[in-house]
């Protein structure tokens, strides 16, 4: 058995060299970080104001390296539009730095970027059925195609109702 120990001890330096070799490459060549992305129609409230109508994007870095945020993306690609490959590609230009955060930005892990959207912007009466953001990477990170239907479905609901003199909301 003594003359196997060096041989033994080489053969798991080894396995464990490579394993670690293995894990770098994984880690810095395979992971790259995560974003989860939300869209939502939400109510922005300030003490000693009325409520007002946003369109909000968020996105998250859930790791678990640092993201830079560059550009917003749309995509209209319903299962018709997929079949065809005719899936259309779009951008949104994000220019509200007051209310929001700016692009790009850097995200560390666990930090949030939120984009404010007038709630009368132009691109949500667009045909889109993804909505998201490209990290520098040049991958892009789309939102959860329920909350891009769900907004889209409050908005144009919203559109098509107005308020009696009674205070009760009507169809149009």
């Not at 120990?5 to 670690?20: C, E, K, Q």
């Not at 009466?125 to 409050?154: C, L, Q, Y």
Request: aromatic content about 10%; charged content about 20%.
């Amino acid at each position: 058995m003594e003359k196997y120990t060096p041989i033994i001890i080489s053969a798991l330096s080894f396995a464990i060299a490579a394993f670690s070799l293995g894990w770098n490459v994984y880690r810095d060549v395979i992971l790259k970080g995560k974003l989860k992305v939300n869209f939502m129609l939400a109510d922005i409230v300030s003490v000693g104001s009325s409520a007002e109508a946003r369109i909000v994007l968020s996105a998250v870095n859930m790791g678990p390296g640092t993201l830079n945020l560059q550009m917003i993306h749309s995509k209209n690609a319903p299962l018709w539009r997929i079949l065809f490959r005719k899936i259309q590609h779009g951008i949104i230009t994000y220019d509200n730095p007051i209310d929001g955060s700016r692009l790009p930005t850097k995200l560390d892990v666990g930090d949030t970027a939120t984009f404010l959207f007038d709630y009368h912007a132009p691109f949500i009466r667009e045909k889109f059925t993804h909505i998201g953001i490209r990290d520098s990477f040049g991958r892009v990170h789309w939102a959860d195609r329920r909350d891009v239907r769900r907004a889209k479905r409050f908005y144009m609901k919203k559109q098509n109702q107005t308020i009696n003199p009674t205070g009760k909301i009507t169809g149009v």
